[in-house]
């Protein structure tokens, strides 16, 4: 139980702010980015997987999610579960490639994948060429009407403590320490019977249906969605929120998001640039905090926890 | 005969690396593997456990283990060590050693989500084993260590321990002296030995150290340039005049 209790000041947080709905929208769009993140930890700090095309995924999971319930109708929760299907479908084939090349050339591949994705969006017609999708609905739930971003926030935190779950019950069993071991050493996995085709598919699969689920509350939180918002910058952003955060940690990402989402809001009243201020910062958080913001609360990260 | 090696060659890119290498080994038997560096040693044991490709037979319980691949050696019961050390090094010692005992593990990923009874009787065998191996190889200590802030000798240690988790038929060592003082190899030596007996191992051994060699081994087989130029008991080695030439070079300074 005590594992679970970091949860608790999430949940708290929306509380003081019920008056402000701009403010929770905010909190819900670092949620959604959290779990875009944590798929990209999975792909990188669980599988040593580099990828710099995640946001095409994101695009994938968005234009899925926003094409079934603009065009056809389809209720947002079947909408959602199928673009993440879509993304993680999509992410096998991205995956392939994987099994040949690594490193710089994977990052590569990637980058390539996700800049084709951008492009073949702006073609084609369902998914509304270079201008995008207007007026997504907003989900409706079972019992309640979503547009409230209070619901929507707890939606999405309700999301990310069942991947914490997941992750933290793999993190010391069979499939977590095969992922990383396979990160650490391919040779010595593979010699103890880990089949790398099997679990660097799955990390590619996985990381992809996250960013996929994350697409597509993306595109009804947001209404509107076009391909510009899935550029290069997206993945990037992505990445840097698992170093900036603490990798290999659901809070660590979480702490990452707020920093990318968060602060460029915190700071739009002011008349200063959030690049230089994020630049600045992030160049501090690396060189004092190599590990991420995480370290200052000194949390091991969940395969460095005692367990004999 | 455990392991039957038969006319074994590795080719990199035109260079022949070993060249039509047979060689037995007994069970149960402590077989060494010399010669000097560069004479194919550490490629035979990466042909064997498919990290390098090869032509030729392998036959290990009467299965070809040339003809498998890489992940599924261990559970023919082939398990090794590497000459440096591939530990996995962001995990605890206890993570390097659940990895070792990867292929035994019995549950699916809705077991372990769900934590179900298979999944909980599973985690407790292995946590049960991975506390016997640590306590015999006296690593208990270090379990929910960093296994890179680790003294080198201990590493070697691990590493071991992680190959004899995965309950192995032959453990193949890889030069596990090398870097080691003369107190450290030696309490090296008897936890092998000490290995060897209690789990019943064959063991086929890499190592330089010629003093431990002759001390350990009951067959040496000797390799130069990629070929076998001698093989026989510790005694027989030491007198064989081939060996001598490959060691310290032949009087005449030509090579034939």
């Known amino acids: 139980m005590k594992k679970y209790l970091w949860f608790i000041p999430f949940v708290l947080v929306p509380l003081p702010f019920l008056g402000y709905p701009f403010l929770l929208s905010i909190f819900v769009l670092i949620g959604i980015y959290t779990i875009a993140a944590i798929g990209m930890d999975v792909l990188t ?22 094409i079934l319930v603009v065009n056809f109708h389809v209720p947002f929760l079947i909408a959602f579960l199928i ?16 099994l040949r090349v690594s490193g710089f050339y994977l990052a590569v591949v990637t980058m390539a994948f996700g800049i084709a ?7 084609f017609q369902i998914t509304g060429g270079y201008n995008g999708i207007r007026n997504i609905p907003v989900p409706s739930f079972w019992i309640f009407k979503a547009s409230n971003p209070v619901y929507q926030y707890y ?8 991947i914490f779950i997941v992750l933290s019950r793999i993190s010391f069993s069979k499939s977590g320490l095969a992922l990383f071991a396979m990160r650490d050493s391919e040779i010595a996995a593979r010699a103890f019977g880990v089949n790398l085709l099997k679990y660097k598919l799955a990390a590619f699969a996985a990381s992809a249906a996250l960013t996929g689920l994350a697409g597509s509350l993306y595109a009804s939180a947001i209404g509107f969605i076009s391909p510009s918002q899935f550029d290069l910058t997206l993945s990037l952003d992505l990445l840097a929120m698992v170093i900036v955060g603490g990798a290999g940690s659901v809070m660590g990402v979480m702490i990452g998001a707020a920093f990318f989402v968060g602060l460029p809001f915190l700071l739009s009243g002011y008349n200063i640039s959030i690049t ?17 913001l995480l370290q200052i609360f000194k949390i091991r990260d969940l395969f460095k926890k005692k367990v004999i | 005969m455990i392991l039957s090696i038969k006319a074994l060659s590795v080719k990199f890119k035109g260079l022949i690396a070993v060249n039509n290498f047979s060689m037995d080994v007994e ?9 000097p560096n560069g004479a194919g040693k550490t490629t035979v044991v990466n042909a064997l456990t498919r990290v390098v490709p090869s032509t030729g037979t392998a ?38 050693l659940y990895i070792g005992a990867h292929h035994t593990i019995n549950y699916n990923f809705f077991d372990e989500i769900f934590g179900t009874k298979s999944y909980k009787s599973e985690q407790s065998r292995i946590f049960r084993n991975v506390t016997e191996i640590s306590e015999m190889l006296d690593i208990k200590r270090y379990l929910n260590m960093s296994v890179s802030s680790l003294p080198y000798g201990t590493q070697k240690l691990v590493e071991i321990g992680r190959a004899v988790i995965s309950k192995p038929k032959l453990l193949i060592l890889d030069e596990p002296f ?16 000490r290995i060897k007996g209690f789990y019943a191992l064959t063991i086929l051994m890499i190592e330089h150290d010629m003093k431990i060699v002759m001390s350990v081994s009951d067959k040496i087989t000797v390799m130069n340039f990629g070929e076998k130029i001698a093989e026989g008991s510790p005694s027989e080695i030491i007198q064989n005049r081939k060996v001598a030439e490959a060691y310290l070079g032949d009087r005449s300074y030509s090579r034939s």
């Open chain 2, 178 to 193: 090398a870097g080691l003082n003369d107190q450290e190899s030696e309490k090296l030596k008897e936890e092998i030995l």
């Open chain 1, 117 to 123: 994705v951008q492009q073949i969006i702006g073609v």
């Open chain 1, 83 to 98: 673009s993440g299907l879509f993304a993680m479908i999509i992410g096998i084939v991205v995956g392939l490639p994987a």
């Open chain 1, 45 to 66: 700090t669980w599988a040593g997987q580099i990828s710099i095309g995640n946001a095409a995924f994101f695009a994938v999971g968005a234009y899925t999610s926003a």
């Open chain 1, 276 to 292: 230089i201020i994020q630049g600045v910062a992030l160049i501090v958080i690396l060189l004092f905090l190599p590990k991420g």
């Open chain 2, 27 to 35: 069970k149960g038997s402590f077989h060494s593997l010399i010669g």
């Open chain 1, 155 to 162: 939606v999405v935190l309700t999301i990310i403590f069942l």
């Open chain 2, 59 to 96: 036959l290990f319980e009467g299965i070809d283990l040339l003809k498998m691949p890489a992940h599924r050696i261990i559970n023919a019961g082939v398990a090794r060590t590497f000459q440096n050390l591939e530990l996995f090094k962001n995990l605890t010692v206890a993570g390097n």
